[in-house]
């Protein structure tokens, strides 16, 4: 839509509103399914499904390079948009929520298994949810959390050879470490929190955060930009 007119307006309209709402419910979606399915291992099964989403930014990337390069970005957006619209279609057929009986059935089970009783909290519309003081906090943690995560990713090569002096080349591996560990990251947290818990899993991630973008300041060294 914005880039045949010309117009940086209506492709910050089309590709980051429109875009961005798409992604997001092409986000939600699969996952608060796959939940469903295996109410056991939430975090385990969340990890898996979030990890592709992780995995796709360092595949995609280097394609879109090469597309840019050799067919410009106007065939780029178009090439790229119906790959993806190809894609999540068909994918869109598996998704599918467990029978009512069955998801009742397996959470009676583990709880069981392990002794204890499954309690709930009170069951909310969506509208009541929105006013609660947890759902704001919530919110306000993911926005702050994943705009500077994806500003750094997107910046990071830069950010890396302007800071601590490191070359192209070691700049480039290191967004292909961003990458990889951004997939598996999420696999591996998500994981954990089965075992420790949401809240304790976002404290240990928080502060780790806190810590190393700190020492990255501090230090400016090029390894440890890496590891951070």
């Known amino acids: 839509m914005g880039y045949p007119s010309n117009s940086i307006w209506l492709l910050y309209l089309s590709y980051g509103v429109i875009g961005g709402l798409g ?47 050799s067919v410009g970005l106007e065939q780029t957006f178009y090439f790229l948009g119906t790959f993806y619209f190809v894609i999540m279609l068909l994918a869109a057929q ?32 969506a509208n009541q949810a929105l006013k609660t003081k947890s759902f704001t906090f919530l919110w306000i943690m993911f926005f702050i959390n994943i705009t500077c995560g994806i500003g750094l990713v997107s910046a990071a090569s830069p950010m890396a050879q302007s800071m601590t002096g490191m070359s192209v080349q070691t700049a480039a591996i290191m967004v292909g470490i961003i990458g990889l560990f951004n997939g598996f990251g999420r696999l591996i947290w ?9 809240p304790a899993t976002f404290s240990a991630i928080f502060i780790l955060d806190i810590v190393m973008l700190s020492a990255i300041l501090i230090f400016k060294l090029p390894l440890l930009f890496v590891i951070a």
């Open 23 to 69: 992604l997001g419910a092409g986000y939600v979606t699969p996952v608060s399914t796959i939940i469903k399915w295996f109410p056991d291992k939430r975090g385990l099964a969340t990890g898996l499904a979030i990890m592709g989403f992780g995995f796709a930014a360092m595949l995609t990337g280097p394609v879109a390079q090469q597309l840019m390069a």
């Open 190 to 198: 998500a994981t954990l929190s089965d075992y420790i818990g949401r």
């Open 94 to 125: 598996f998704i599918v929520r467990p029978n009512l009986a069955l998801s009742s059935t397996t959470e009676n089970s583990i709880s069981q298994k392990k002794g204890t009783r499954l309690t709930r909290g009170p069951e909310l519309t």
